[in-house]
RNA sequence: GGCGCAUUCGUCUAGGGGUUUAGGACACCUCCCUCUCAAGGAGGAGAUCACCGGUUCGAAUCCGGUAUGCGCUACCA
């Protein structure tokens, strides 16, 4: 197949996988799957200060627990291998070179202080800040000189002076920058790693890229890439910039408006399937009706065309919605296997995951409609694992009902429940039922006081069928503390 | 400050000159179902389509300007 389209995701391991970024990685992996292209992860880690231990490992896991399967990367390897800029290092350099000696970039020596400076006038002088060029000009004799006084140089390109560079971006349509907007960048740092745009620009090339989607923050910085692309020689691929996500305050999403690592929504719960779902919808619709889609519905109808321009903030009582939407739709089985891992992270849920696992799938059906996330779950379902139930004795007395009431109606339900033979739902509504008339109570009011006795709260799954799953034994102990309490 | 991008219910969005009294979803409210909570069902409220001009018989949709927001303006990506 010729013209394959070939994405890439060109993470930094700066940190903990974003879900800004990890939704780019989205984006690129089902334009790939929808046109049978390839997706390609290459780890940008040219910024050694910046590096963190752990981040390659965190980005990777995330991608994977996404299902977003890379042709080409770390881990798999591939043609134009490695996909570690740190390990391409003599590509960048020897591009700069050739960029030095074709005269289309240039040495220079001026200090981080003097540059500092020069910014600091230029902004109180209200002018644009930017490199004034002055090693642009060098003579031999300075430039000797200069070396000679023991500075290591970066290596700026030369920026055109006039002209203007444009291009056809796929989302936004035509967009023009005057090259004298644009100042000399650097190419190569003194440590001798390239920035962001000549790795960028080279690896795109040499690896074939034919699409570059990636987030809006880089508009700008694509006529840099353009001018590099035609100085070096280079066929530039196409853009498509995607619309940033933002915090409930339209502030670039950061730490402070709450989650936003991929992993940390792993941690509390989150289904990878409704995840990729919910953010697949962040920038990007089908019509104007369709919202739960599994990845292969996503794959069949992802098209550049319908991704939105404008920023995106992340809606959290929506991912949570679908994520409950998700969490429903599972089997018994599925379900289990997915809150396991949450219930063993709970002390008294994973004593009684280890001593019976089928007491444990008698009650997930209970809680499996009402939870959100799968670290709810334990939550939801604490009761049926501790003996000792923590509640206000006074919610044992419903709504106009009085203590004596109260401790009468439990009386009579430990009486006859204990000459229950069949303790299964059916029979237990069939008992309960006529006593509540026999009481004269509401049906309300002595499955309220029960529900209290035997769960500790007023809001929880249907009465008969928690006390079918709870049992009798453990049912009346808990009728008996109740009476204790009032 | 300069440059660039954007602007439809609180939020995600549909819509791209007449079919729109601007549709859907989340959240919110009411009712139904009902032993509570969920889920489900039926409704409701919520957008003078940022603003001002222009083009047109007709504009949320096209054009211009303004405002606002965001991004870039680093030996960060």
């Not at 004298?180 to 074939?208: C, Q, R, W």
């Not at 530039?236 to 408006?257: I, W």
């Not at 997930?364 to 379902?381: K, S």
Request: glycine content about 6%.
């Amino acid at each position: 197949m010729t013209n394959s389209v070939r994405v890439r995701y060109a993470p930094s391991p700066t940190g903990y996988p974003h879900v800004g970024n990890i939704r780019t990685a989205l984006f690129n992996w089902l334009f790939a799957r929808h046109h049978g292209g390839s997706f390609i992860v290459r780890i940008e880690d040219t910024d050694v200060t910046r590096k963190v231990r752990g981040a390659v490992k965190g980005i990777l896991d995330g991608l994977r627990w996404l299902g977003l399967d890379w042709d080409e990367g770390p881990e798999v390897g591939g043609k134009y291998a490695p996909y570690f800029q740190s390990q391409r290092l003599e590509i960048y350099s020897e591009t700069a070179q050739r960029l030095i000696s074709q005269g289309d970039a240039y040495y220079c020596y001026c200090s981080t202080q003097r540059l500092k400076e020069m910014r600091a006038e230029q902004v109180g002088r209200k002018q644009p800040p930017g490199y004034d060029r002055l090693c642009r000009h060098l003579t031999q004799e300075e430039r000797a000189q200069k070396e000679a006084e023991g500075i290591t140089p970066v290596v700026r390109f030369k920026t055109p002076l006039g002209g203007q560079t444009r291009f056809n971006d796929l989302i936004r349509g035509e967009v023009v920058f005057d090259n004298n907007t644009l100042d000399d960048f650097i190419l190569l740092k003194s440590d001798g790693y390239p920035t962001y745009h000549l790795a960028n620009v080279v690896d795109d090339h040499l690896m074939e890229i034919t699409h570059v989607l990636r987030a809006e923050e880089w508009l700008s910085s694509t006529p840099r890439h353009l001018l590099l692309y035609r100085a070096l020689g280079f066929e530039p691929p196409q853009f498509a910039h995607l619309p940033m996500l933002l915090g409930t305050d339209r502030s670039k999403l950061s730490k402070r408006h709450g989650a936003v690592s991929i992993t940390e929504y792993r941690e509390q719960g989150y289904l990878p399937e409704a995840m990729v779902n919910f953010l697949a919808l962040l920038g990007w619709s089908l019509d104007d009706k369709t919202e739960l889609m599994s990845r292969e519905e996503l794959i069949q109808s992802f098209s550049l065309e319908r991704i939105s321009r404008t920023a995106a903030i992340f809606n959290q009582d929506k991912l949570n919605w679908m994520n409950g939407v998700y969490i429903r739709s599972l089997t018994a089985d599925e379900f289990f296997e997915a809150v396991e891992p949450y219930l063993m992270m709970n002390i008294p849920a994973g004593e009684a995951l280890i001593s019976s696992e089928e007491y444990v799938r008698d009650i997930l059906p209970l809680v499996q409609e009402r939870a959100r996330t799968l670290a709810e779950v334990a939550e939801l379902a604490q009761f049926f694992f501790i003996d000792q139930l923590d509640y206000e004795p006074g919610l044992l007395i419903g709504k106009n009902m009085s203590r004596q009431s109260a401790i009468q109606a439990l009386k009579a339900a430990q009486q006859r429940l204990s000459q229950l033979e069949a303790f299964d739902a059916g029979s237990l509504e069939a008992l309960l039922r006529p006593l509540a008339v026999e009481l004269g109570l509401k049906t309300g009011q002595l499955f309220g006081t029960l529900r209290v006795a035997v769960t500790g709260r007023t809001a929880a799954p249907p009465l008969f069928q928690t006390m079918a799953v709870l049992g009798k034994e453990r049912c009346l102990r808990r009728i008996e503390a109740a009476l204790a309490r009032l």
